[in-house]
């Protein structure tokens, strides 16, 4: 009796996968829409704006990268396959078959490459899933009728002029050669400008992206604060579990098999997980290390990418669980710079001036002289060689104004100090590398801490890692070595 309990409980899981293998909180093809209206609304009068998918990437042989879609595509339509092109019209245009503001041509159903490359929408999934009414297979692109030079503006980003060109009819790189002649866009070795028509526009697109994406939507934060509590809770397991002797493939392969536990797709950006001197190289993705020992510090600078939209936060922590005074010394200083520059987010504030030179870099250049690191705090080093913070959302330096902060805008606070081997101080600070990385929601009248689930504070690090982790029993077979 209760076997059978068991196979129909079993029988109507599977069945209810069945009916719905994907997940119900992807952005709604209502959004999609709204963007795409603002984007028309932002549009000057008579002009087309036009947006390619990104690219396929061979990684070698049969083998492709992992496809990802251009974030400006899918923001503006959900469609997550390549060989696209979407075309946004400022008015309405007269077609045989009515009316229309908008023409999205898309990749051909197939059932062979279906078969062994992944399911397709085509033309009836689009109109239906993602709401749009006139849909064409890539392939009708070359013949379609569109008539560029009637327009006073032609939106579109400029060509990197680096893809393939397929087997396949209406690929990416047809669309683009077919675009290039219906725009008439200067063909390669006449690049003159008088050969080109002269309302082709290759500036305005980014600045309507940049206001548009820089500014989050309910929905989208939704999934946002998804990717950053996820990371978090990668972050404080990764404390718990942390022991010397372990490698830094195995901190990193900890973090993304959180992320995955909670079902964000992707990693938002390569891992970086660097313990010791590793720490200093910026955006160091080898992680190679095959044992951290119980005397440096690892930097752990991780975001989960859920449905899209990417968490980017760092944590750095002693191996031991204990800081030395000169790591702590260290810490302490990038965490004040931090934890006042975060205090001072809020609208109408600009990160660079206000944030970083005024607040963070000014406490960090004082606190490296009072150390004795560097002679006074006007010294230039190299310490703190880079920016204070980024928009973060589809890319995480995602499209977004820096003029001023604006409620809505979702945006890292990262100071940090690196202090490589050979560096010219007292070689007791050698190896020691801080980066901490949270981030920030503005709104109406200040801030709010998205990443507040993972401890930043010194003590409070060293408390979170005398916590036993689940993985302290996770003992794996040793391999043969002989
Ligand atoms: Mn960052």
């Keep these: 009796m209760k076997k059978i309990l068991t196979l129909i409980l079993l029988a109507g899981t599977l069945f209810s996968f069945a009916q719905n293998e994907l997940p119900d909180d992807f952005l709604s093809s209502e959004f999609h829409q709204e963007r795409r209206d603002l984007v028309r609304e932002k549009m000057p009068a008579n002009s087309v704006a036009i947006f390619f998918a990104s690219p396929v990437r061979n990684r070698a042989n049969d083998v492709d990268y992992v496809y990802h879609q251009d974030p400006n595509l899918y923001y503006l339509t959900g469609y997550k396959e390549p060989h696209a092109v979407l075309l946004i019209f400022k008015e309405e245009q007269d077609g045989p078959e009515g009316s229309y503001d908008e023409i999205f041509f898309i990749q051909p159903r197939n059932a062979m490459a279906e078969m062994w490359t992944g399911r397709r929408m085509g033309i009836n999934g689009v109109k239906e899933k993602l709401a749009f009414n006139q849909v064409f297979n890539n392939t ?3 013949d379609y009728n569109i ?8 939106l579109f980003y400029d060509f990197y002029n680096d893809v393939r060109d397929t087997n396949a009819e209406g690929d990416l790189y047809d669309l683009i050669v077919s675009f290039k002649q219906k725009a008439g866009y200067p063909t390669e070795g006449d690049l003159t400008i008088e050969s080109s028509a002269n309302n082709l526009d290759m500036e305005t697109l980014d600045q309507i992206m940049k206001d548009l994406r820089g500014i989050k ?3 989208e934060l939704n999934l946002l604060r998804k990717a950053v509590d996820i990371s978090c809770i990668a972050q404080v397991e990764v404390m718990k579990a942390m022991k010397p002797g372990m490698s830094e493939l195995e901190i990193q392969g900890l973090h993304e098999f959180i992320f995955k536990k909670y079902k964000a797709e992707y990693e938002g950006y390569p891992s ?3 313990a010791g001197n590793n720490g200093c190289i910026l955006h160091y993705i080898e992680n190679y290390k095959p044992e951290i020992s119980s005397d440096e510090m690892i930097l752990m600078d991780l975001g989960a990418e859920y449905h899209g939209y990417t968490a980017d936060v760092t944590r750095t922590i002693p191996v031991d669980g204990k800081f030395s005074p000169e790591e702590k010394a260290i810490y302490d200083l990038v965490y004040r710079a931090q934890d006042e520059a ?5 609208p109408g504030v600009n990160i660079q001036r206000d944030l970083d030179f005024a607040i963070a870099r000014r406490i960090i250049n004082e606190g490296l002289a009072e150390l004795g690191i560097i002679d006074s705090a006007n010294q230039r080093h190299l310490y703190y060689p880079h920016g204070l913070g980024h928009h973060i959302g589809l890319d995480v330096h995602d499209k977004g104004n820096y003029e001023y902060l604006e409620p809505g805008m979702a945006i890292t606070i990262e100071p940090g100090i690196y202090i490589p081997e050979g560096a010219k101080c007292d070689e007791k600070w ?3 590398a801080v980066r901490i990385e949270d981030d920030v929601l503005i709104t109406e009248d200040g801030y709010e801490l998205l ?14 890692m005398q916590e036993p982790s689940p993985l302290d029993e996770f003992v794996l077979p040793a391999l043969d070595e002989d």
């Design 140 to 142: 009708e692109f070359e």
């Design 147 to 154: 008539d560029f030079s009637k327009f006073d503006k032609v």
């Design 217 to 219: 939507t309910e929905e």
């Design 272 to 274: 970086i997980v660097g």
């Design 342 to 346: 975060i205090k001072a987010c809020k």
């Design 430 to 432: 050698w190896g020691i």
């Design 451 to 464: 990443s507040d689930i993972a401890p930043r504070k010194s003590e409070e690090i060293e408390k979170m």
